[in-house]
């Protein structure tokens, strides 16, 4: 394993989620959940005397609604490397090109750090007060490495997502969702293309962004006429 490897599994190993998030992620709709992640900071370990001074970032994480998707529609993605494209070709043959899955997406935007000179439990305490009078269902405390805090964050949403997953996966289930057509395309997929031709007609999505969605299903021949309508006056 190599150095960069250890220091990751270090920080991973060495994350404590203080204040989970009374809820999980929502199946049909945005979600943002808006986290402390407090970690003693990264310059204490080359003092003689630690300090008594801990690092707060506050930040949100805004998870999209979970997309059901399929090997073959994962494999015409782009930002994805060969490597893992023959991994996707591996899931093809064992579980079908048309198994259906959830894809999560995420946004984390970092709102600010705050170095205070407290002890960390007294730090954890007060957020917890601040956190209870807001009555938050969906706020956190993370305890992270400092170093490698967005890894310490990263584990926090990993964790989440599992907690998420099978109460998605039962509402997308009981609304057909995850239900495929013979052409091996989800009725949820169906359902996110006939929105896309909606919010181009109204002006609020590029024609691309269609046209691209088509193309990973394999659908544009199917839906051609329809949407080069879209251009006539």
Same mark, same amino acid.
């Not at 300090?51 to 015409?76: H, Q």
């Given at each position: 394993?190599?150095?960069?490897?250890?220091?990751?599994?270090?920080?991973?190993?060495?994350?404590?989620?203080?204040?989970?998030?009374?809820?999980?992620?929502?199946?049909?709709?945005?979600?943002?959940?808006?986290?402390?992640?407090?970690?003693?900071? &990264?310059? &204490?370990?080359?003092?003689?005397?630690?300090?008594?001074?801990?690092?707060?970032?506050?930040?949100?994480?805004? &998870?999209?609604?979970?997309?059901?998707?399929?090997?073959? %529609?994962?494999?015409?993605?782009?930002?994805?490397?060969?490597? &893992?494209?023959?991994?996707?070709?591996?899931?093809?043959?064992?579980?079908?090109?048309?198994?259906?899955?959830?894809? %999560?997406?995420?946004?984390?935007?970092?709102?600010?750090?705050?170095?205070?000179?407290?002890?960390?439990?007294?730090?954890?305490?007060?957020?917890?007060?601040?956190?209870?009078?807001?009555?938050?269902?969906?706020?956190?405390?993370?305890?992270?490495?400092?170093?490698?805090?967005?890894?310490?964050?990263?584990? +926090?949403?990993?964790?989440?997502?599992?907690?998420?997953?099978?109460?998605?996966?039962?509402?997308?289930?009981?609304?057909?969702?995850?239900?495929?057509?013979?052409?091996?395309?989800?009725?949820?997929?169906?359902?996110?293309?006939?929105?896309?031709?909606?919010?181009?007609?109204?002006?609020?999505?590029?024609? %691309?962004?269609?046209?691209?969605?088509?193309?990973?299903?394999?659908?544009?021949?199917?839906?051609?006429?329809? +949407?080069?309508?879209? +251009?006539?006056?």
């Amino acid at each position: 394993m190599s150095v960069e490897d250890e220091r990751i599994r270090y920080a991973i190993e060495h994350t404590e989620v203080l204040r989970s998030p009374r809820q999980t992620l929502a199946t049909f709709g945005v979600t943002n959940i808006y986290y402390y992640l407090v970690t003693e900071p &990264a310059y &204490a370990d080359l003092l003689e005397e630690k300090p008594t001074e801990v690092v707060i970032r506050e930040g949100r994480v805004s &998870a999209e609604r979970p997309m059901v998707v399929t090997p073959s %529609y994962l494999i015409n993605l782009e930002g994805f490397s060969e490597e &893992a494209k023959r991994y996707f070709r591996l899931i093809m043959q064992e579980q079908g090109p048309y198994t259906p899955g959830l894809l %999560y997406r995420y946004r984390n935007e970092p709102k600010g750090l705050t170095i205070v000179s407290e002890d960390l439990n007294s730090v954890v305490s007060k957020l917890n007060e601040k956190l209870d009078e807001e009555k938050n269902p969906l706020s956190t405390i993370i305890k992270g490495v400092d170093e490698l805090w967005d890894v310490s964050l990263i584990k +926090f949403i990993h964790e989440l997502t599992e907690r998420s997953l099978e109460s998605n996966i039962l509402e997308l289930k009981l609304r057909g969702l995850l239900e495929v057509d013979r052409s091996g395309v989800p009725q949820d997929a169906r359902q996110r293309i006939e929105r896309l031709f909606e919010l181009v007609k109204m002006g609020e999505v590029e024609p %691309y962004e269609l046209k691209r969605e088509l193309d990973r299903w394999g659908l544009f021949h199917e839906y051609e006429d329809r +949407f080069l309508r879209l +251009f006539r006056r």
